[in-house]
């Protein structure tokens, strides 16, 4: 399969935990986006990096929230002292251009 | 602030039951308007890209259309297996890659 890959697909944590998250976009895009989105909402742009370079950041990602690209590849998504409010579905999407070809999610439930 | 409406939020359709969705937006500088699928408890499926008023694409029994101000996703003789989320996105703006969604259409199409 040569789509975008996420792991893991769910996740369960305590508030004030630490949670990350992996994303393998198609291997020939060199954008990534992270996106956050909650039960009947659409998805909401958290973070965009071309190659390795972090190019925009959402108001959405406050201090708790970081990702990283080392190299390129692949991506990581953590979050800090996690809080009930983060409990969501996180997208990533890989792009050669102009469409955004997104993976199957990792929801996080924070109890 | 760019702003982007889906209606109606919800539809039920009979299988063969032609309709069309609404994604209206305001925006600055639109640089392109995205459909999307979205299936429960996975990522959005890339559908249509329409960049400038006038265009249209099809595929299979879907039919994107984009005007000044709004867009339209036309089913032709529906089957269930298009019971699924419909997500309109914008991206706008100099610069910004990332999209804007909107909140969805839900289709359900009974047999």
């Known amino acids: 399969d040569t789509g975008v890959s996420q792991n893991p697909r769910h996740k369960i944590t305590k508030r004030g935990q630490n949670v990350t998250f992996r994303c393998d976009p198609i291997s020939e895009h060199n954008r990534l986006y992270w996106y956050r989105q909650t039960l009947g909402q659409g998805p909401e742009f958290l973070t965009y990096f071309q190659n390795e370079a972090q190019l925009e950041k959402s108001r959405l990602l406050s201090d708790r929230f970081s990702a990283e690209r080392p190299k390129g590849s692949f991506s990581t998504l953590e979050i800090q002292r996690t809080e009930q409010g983060d409990s969501a579905m996180y997208l990533c999407?890989?792009?050669?251009?102009?469409?955004?070809?997104f993976g199957p999610g990792t929801r996080l439930t924070v109890t | 602030e760019d702003q982007v409406t889906q209606s109606p939020e919800a539809l039920r359709l009979q299988e063969g039951e032609s309709s069309s969705l609404n994604c209206s937006y305001t925006v600055s500088g639109l640089r392109g308007l995205f459909w999307y699928r979205q299936d429960p408890g996975k990522g959005p499926e890339f559908l249509f890209t329409?960049?400038?008023a006038g265009e249209e694409k099809e595929k299979e029994r879907l039919k994107a259309t984009l005007t000044k101000k709004e867009s339209f996703l036309h089913i032709t003789a529906p089957k269930p297996e298009d019971s699924a989320t419909y997500l309109c996105?914008?991206?706008?703006?100099?610069?910004?890659?990332?999209?804007?969604f909107g909140t969805g259409t839900r289709l359900t199409v009974i047999p």
């Open positions: 329409l960049y400038s």
């Open positions: 999407a890989s792009s050669p251009l102009n469409e955004q070809y």
């Open positions: 996105a914008v991206q706008a703006g100099t610069g910004a890659n990332n999209l804007f």
